[in-house]
Every structure is written in structure tokens, then in C-alpha cells.
């Protein structure tokens, strides 16, 4: 069974440009949520998706911003790209009231 | 909010038990859950614990959890150099899904 999938691996933009990372879970899982990594802030919560509807939210500025499909792959989108926004983004999935969200491996967006 | 705390360091001898600390703040998280990154690598799911539990055995893992206090640890007992990684604590949103709120990470260091 195929894990998390995230595309792309790694990503470098310059400050001021937009974004779209992907996200395809595993396969019957709907529940997808998004992190942003970095080391000074840690693992910080963005949004989770559910049956094409954000559930929660974390507190992101409006840059921030997703959807889901109804093949339950997600994408988030960072507008205006500013220096900070650089990390690790995460991808978790798994099936609706299971305790084991899933993760994948990340792209690492790197702004200058 | 919900907020989730945990030291940021320990150092252990191989042999010994580790013991890692946590406390959260959302009393209405229905699950708890300790995850392990290796350098490099991507998030590893250890264990988890239902809220309604005082403790949960897995091979070397021990969990506590003492909801009254919101306090969480994880006991590794016989602690080998390849338990080297960062610790980190996560507290579920509201029901299981993959909307997790995590600690900054406790670093463990294993030294023989």
C-alpha cells in the first residue's frame, strides 16, 4: 500500500511569488491535514480537510490556504511568499476516527 | 488554545530508561500520541493512548497519562544509541483525525 505521497520534494521561490504544494493520501483515508516545520517554531498545525471541507484551522495569516478534492488529494497554497515562510511542509492522512495519521516525507521550500 | 509543552533536552547512558515529560492544555483531546524524528527523517508514529487510559504497554514503550494533571510521559526502557532522535508529544483536536497539536520536541541523546 502506497504511504503518503508528496510532491513537490523540494522547492526554492523568491520572496513575493506564490506556491502550490501537493498532497495525495493513502488511499481511502479522508482526512488530511497540513504542518509547517521549521526549527525555531517546531511542528505548527495549518488546516485539516474532510470530505472537501476544512475541519480546523490553525492560526496561519490568509496566505495560507488549501483544498481538497473529492479524491480526498489535497493542495495548500502560500500567496505572497515571504522569507520566514521557508520549511518543511507536512502532509497527514487517515481514515475518519482512526487514532494513526499518517505522514509523508515533506517538501522542503526554501524562499529567497 | 491548546498548547503543548515538553523539555527540550535529555541525556542518557545506553542501558538506562529514558523518560520523557509532557503536558497539554485541551482536556477534550481523545487521543495522545508520541511520534520520533531521526535526522533527516520524516515523522514516525510510537504510540498513541486513548484519553479515557492511565497507561499503555508496547514492548520497550511505556506510556502514563494523568488526565487530572494533563500530564503525558514516555518511559524507553533499556535505551539504545538508535533511540537517538527528537521526541515529540501531540495532542489530537477534538476526535481522531489527523488535526494534532505537537509539542516543540524533547532532543534525546544516547550516549554508550
Known amino acids: 500500500k502506497a504511504g503518503v505521497t508528496q510532491t513537490p520534494r523540494y522547492l526554492i521561490k523568491t520572496r513575493g511569488q506564490q506556491v502550490t504544494l501537493s498532497c495525495s493520501p493513502i488511499?481511502?483515508?479522508?482526512?488530511v491535514s497540513w504542518y509547517q516545520q521549521t526549527p525555531g517554531q517546531g511542528l505548527q498545525f495549518l488546516f485539516e480537510y474532510f470530505s472537501e471541507t476544512q475541519r480546523n484551522k490553525g492560526n496561519f495569516p490568509g496566505r495560507f490556504s488549501g483544498r481538497q478534492f473529492s479524491n480526498s488529494r489535497s493542495e495548500m497554497n502560500v500567496s505572497t511568499l515571504e522569507l520566514g515562510d521557508s520549511a518543511l511542509y507536512l502532509c497527514?492522512?487517515?481514515?475518519?476516527?482512526?487514532?494513526?495519521?499518517?505522514f509523508g516525507n515533506g517538501t522542503r521550500l526554501t524562499v529567497t | 488554545g491548546e498548547d503543548v509543552e515538553q523539555s527540550l533536552f535529555l541525556s542518557v547512558r545506553e542501558g538506562d530508561s529514558s523518560v520523557i515529560n509532557c503536558t497539554y492544555t485541551?482536556?477534550?483531546?481523545?487521543?495522545l500520541y508520541w511520534y520520533k524524528q531521526e535526522p533527516g527523517a520524516g515523522l514516525q508514529l510510537l504510540t498513541y493512548?486513548?484519553?479515557?487510559?492511565d497507561m499503555k504497554q508496547d514492548q520497550r514503550l511505556t506510556v502514563l497519562l494523568n488526565k487530572k494533571d494533563k500530564h503525558l510521559s514516555l518511559r524507553i526502557a533499556d535505551t539504545q544509541t538508535g533511540d537517538s532522535a527528537i521526541y515529540f508529544c501531540?495532542?489530537?483536536?477534538?476526535?481522531?483525525?489527523?488535526?494534532?497539536?505537537f509539542g516543540k520536541g524533547t532532543t534525546l541523546s544516547v550516549s554508550s
Open positions: 493512548i486513548f484519553s479515557n487510559m
Open positions: 501531540a495532542e489530537s483536536i477534538g476526535q481522531a483525525g489527523t488535526a494534532l497539536i
Open positions: 497527514a492522512s487517515s481514515l475518519e476516527g482512526n487514532a494513526n495519521p499518517h
Open positions: 485541551d482536556s477534550s483531546s481523545t487521543y
Open positions: 488511499s481511502g483515508h479522508r482526512s
